[in-house]
């Protein structure tokens, strides 16, 4: 989620510099519209959508990765 807060408020930064605001604005209505397909329509619930699945595979990770290391450690 912070790695998607960061990218869009960085885009909205850039529509302040003259000379690549347009740059900066399409960047950032690409982004939202990226954010509203997983939202189904609300770029705020898309990105609560990709931060819980992220949050997901990686707590799935790291059970897989502490039975491995017990696993193989009892060996």
Not at 6 to 19: E, H, N, R, V
């Amino acid at each position: 989620m912070l790695l998607m807060s960061g990218s869009l408020a960085s885009t909205w930064l850039l529509t302040c510099i003259p000379g690549i605001g347009s740059i900066g604005q399409i960047t950032t209505n690409m982004l939202l519209a990226f954010l509203d397909t997983f939202g189904g329509g609300c770029a705020v619930q898309g990105m609560l959508t990709i931060g819980l699945v992220c949050g997901f595979v990686g707590a799935l990770f790291d059970i897989y990765a502490f039975c491995s290391f017990r696993t193989q450690k009892g060996n």
